[in-house]
């Protein structure tokens, strides 16, 4: 049976959620609850104040632990505080200037208790909430890139690892076996695609956010040694320049072989697999 959650969160906390690849954390004293998230748990996403309301719903998508830092506080504390992460689809938001305007309230909500489990007569009854007519025509799919990155002021891309994650669902639409961290001989390559469970990577890829670019180029050269893959390099303006210059210096070998994808354009492609893949099961192709 399908689950209802109230995820509660300050507007703040929302921007970088949706700014980090629709990514929400638990502490560990909330184990009980995450042990109990189920693929396909229908959320519904709780602004604090000054909204005090429900803008927006979607579905869990998947659950993960996390040992690296992700948001500010944990940034700035080098501290991991939210290790229980899921990930999650958005069916519908609201844009951040209508929060206020056409948010969900209801007397039943307790809030202040944080992240809940609902009774499923609550839940539904918040389902028929955010199909009521008047929202259709503000509510979008996804909160987009360019709406969080001017009420943030500092939002500019997906973190690493919500990079990762793009790629692999990227190419597991494309029915290849996705992974992240591969291990070879030199290292671990961040996100790799293969065909087969027994082939080498046919696609490799190294993200680039603020890493090392000439460590980058290093294991894609070694990956074209190895297996021939094709060699993607995700990284800002700044560091492909600089990988341009290695490329026509120390590892002119494969200059030609290494194609470079902008840190935004991964969850534009995403989005567009995506809606092409769910397009294509709503009519059954």
């Given at each position: 049976m399908i689950k209802h959650w109230l995820v509660v969160g300050s507007p703040q906390n929302w921007q970088i959620a949706f700014g980090n690849g629709?990514?929400?954390?638990?502490?560990q004293t909330q184990r009980h609850l995450w042990e109990n998230l189920s693929e396909g748990d229908?959320?519904?996403?709780?602004v604090t104040s000054p909204v005090s309301g429900i803008v927006g719903s979607g579905t869990l998508r998947?659950?993960?632990?996390?040992d690296k830092p992700l948001y500010p506080r944990?940034?700035?504390?080098?501290?991991?505080?939210w290790p229980l992460r899921f990930e999650f689809d958005v069916q519908e938001c609201l844009p951040r200037d209508k929060w206020?305007?056409?948010k969900i309230v209801s007397n039943e909500l307790f809030p202040r208790a944080g992240f809940q489990l609902l009774g499923q007569d609550l839940g539904q009854q918040l389902v028929l909430k955010l199909e009521q007519p008047g929202r259709g025509e503000y509510a979008m799919k996804t909160p987009p890139t360019e709406e969080i990155a001017e009420t943030t002021g500092t939002y500019t891309t997906l973190s690493h690892d919500a990079l990762k994650q793009r790629l692999i669902e990227i190419g597991r639409l494309q029915n290849y076996l996705a992974e992240e961290e591969y291990t070879f001989d030199v290292g671990r390559l961040d996100v790799v695609w293969r065909r087969v469970e027994r082939s080498v990577p046919t696609y490799v890829f190294e993200v680039q956010v603020g890493g090392d670019v000439y460590h980058a180029l290093a294991k894609l050269k070694h990956a074209f040694d190895l297996w021939n893959s094709h060699l993607f390099l995700v990284a800002s303006q700044a560091d492909s320049n600089k990988a341009r210059n290695l490329l026509?210096?120390?590892f002119h070998e494969i200059n030609d072989r290494v194609k470079f994808l902008e840190l935004e354009k991964v969850e534009e492609l995403y989005?567009?697999?995506?809606?092409?893949?769910d397009l294509e099961k709503e009519l059954g192709i």
């Open positions: 629709n990514i929400w954390g638990l502490k229908k959320l519904f996403f709780y998947t659950k993960f632990k996390q944990e940034t700035k504390e080098g501290q991991v505080i206020q305007a056409f026509s210096g120390t989005r567009r697999k995506k809606a092409y893949s």
